[in-house]
């Protein structure tokens, strides 16, 4: 098991913590839980630590990360979800159809609690903390990986924050049985409580889709153009 924390800006590190599954308790039905040593994750909350020094991360190149220290402790309530549909049914779960599975039971999800990086304590509040919350799953990842989301959106109408909505877009190369799908995308657009599906997996919506992306200085730059019957 790793776990994984870390930060962007000036301050930004990725930090990994790995346990022997001898030292993973998993709980597999509800309420699902996953916990080793201090570091825990269940659908209501998480906490835990990471700590890695300057040495060990430049003697193991192969723990692929910086130095420093984060610890948390933060509740999450989940408020809107997206299911990709019958594409990670039971059925294809069983077979293995698809080279890797992807559920979202929190697109726009809230956090509160604190987090302490490098020393310093950030206090997480619901009402600013646009989180999120899914699972990927199978053999292995997609590759190249595309993934976009935000639900700190604002109405180029009004101009005003919008409050209940959120977008979700993933894929980039999935694979089915052995067969590659270069350029698919599946996505969700919830707007202020109505949701617009655009999923390559559901063939009888014909959905089409358009995108690239690019960097500046300072930026990533993507733009996706989306379509189909319904």
């Given at each position: 098991?790793?776990v994984?924390v ?11 913590r ?10 597999g039905?509800?309420?699902f839980s996953i916990?080793a ?20 991360s ?14 948390w402790r933060?509740k999450?309530e ?7 549909g ?10 293995q ?25 950030y206090?997480?509040?619901k009402e ?19 993934w ?8 180029k109408?009004?101009g005003k924050k919008l ?16 067969i590659?799908?270069p ?17 390559f997996?559901?063939?009888?919506t014909n959905?089409r889709?358009e995108f690239n992306?690019y ?10 153009e989306q379509k189909?019957l319904?």
């Amino acid at each position: 098991l790793m776990v994984k924390v870390g930060a962007w800006g000036e301050d930004h590190a990725q930090l990994h913590r790995f346990f022997g599954w001898n030292k993973v308790k998993v709980e597999g039905k509800a309420p699902f839980s996953i916990e080793a040593d201090d570091c825990f994750l269940s659908e209501t909350e998480t906490h835990g630590s990471v700590a890695v020094s300057k040495e060990d991360s430049t003697a193991h190149p192969e723990y692929m990360c910086e130095s420093g220290t984060m610890e948390w402790r933060l509740k999450i309530e989940k408020k809107i979800p997206f299911n990709v549909g019958y594409g990670a049914s039971k059925l294809f779960r069983f077979l293995q159809l698809f080279e890797m599975f992807w559920h979202v039971e929190g697109m726009k999800t809230f956090y509160e609690g604190e987090v302490i990086y490098n020393g310093k304590k950030y206090i997480v509040k619901k009402e600013n903390s646009y989180g999120y919350a899914d699972k990927n799953w199978g053999k292995n990842f997609t590759s190249p990986w595309v993934w976009l989301s935000s639900n700190h959106l604002v109405s180029k109408v009004t101009g005003k924050k919008l409050e209940n909505s959120v977008f979700d877009i993933g894929g980039g190369r999935p694979k089915v049985g052995f067969i590659s799908l270069p350029r698919k995308l599946l996505s969700a657009f919830y707007y202020e409580g109505q949701c617009f599906e655009f999923n390559f997996s559901k063939f009888w919506t014909n959905t089409r889709t358009e995108f690239n992306g690019y960097e500046t200085e300072d930026k990533i730059i993507w733009h996706v153009e989306q379509k189909n019957l319904e």
